[in-house]
Structures are given as structure tokens and as C-alpha cells.
């Protein structure tokens, strides 16, 4: 199982890896364009492939002016 950490809505979740991270982000709900995704302190790509035992953090981007 991959562990997902969301820290902004301080929750937790499993998927079944490896799978890439596109995949993750789809069947989690979250829109690419809106979060970046980490492991460690290594930015992830959607393209990037996370394999069962690992740990990976979703982050809300936030922008503003």
C-alpha cells in the first residue's frame, strides 16, 4: 500500500502500488493543476511512479496577489 499524508486536512490514506502519481491524484479526487506532490523533500512529477511502502505528501497550492 501506498500511504498518502494530506497535511492541510490533516488526513491520511491508502491505494493499492505501485502506480504513478496521475493516478493517485485521480482516484483521490485532487485536480493536478491545484497540488504538488512530495516525497521527502523530492517533488514528484504526474508522471513519477510510487511503488508499495512508500510514503507521499498531496499539498494544496495556494496563490494570491
Given at each position: 500500500?501506498?500511504?498518502?499524508?494530506?497535511?492541510?486536512?490533516?488526513?491520511?490514506?491508502?491505494?493499492?502500488?505501485?502506480?504513478?502519481?496521475?493516478?493517485i491524484?485521480?482516484?483521490t479526487?485532487?485536480?493536478?493543476?491545484?497540488?504538488?506532490?512530495?516525497?521527502?523533500?523530492?517533488?514528484?512529477?504526474?508522471?513519477?511512479?510510487?511503488?508499495?511502502?512508500?510514503?507521499?505528501?498531496?499539498?494544496?497550492?495556494?496563490?494570491?496577489?
Amino acid at each position: 500500500m501506498i500511504r498518502i499524508r494530506i497535511p492541510q486536512r490533516k488526513t491520511e490514506l491508502e491505494v493499492r502500488g505501485p502506480r504513478r502519481v496521475a493516478d493517485i491524484l485521480a482516484e483521490t479526487g485532487f485536480r493536478p493543476t491545484t497540488v504538488i506532490v512530495t516525497q521527502g523533500k523530492r517533488l514528484l512529477t504526474k508522471d513519477q511512479r510510487v511503488e508499495d511502502g512508500e510514503t507521499i505528501d498531496i499539498l494544496s497550492v495556494v496563490s494570491g496577489g
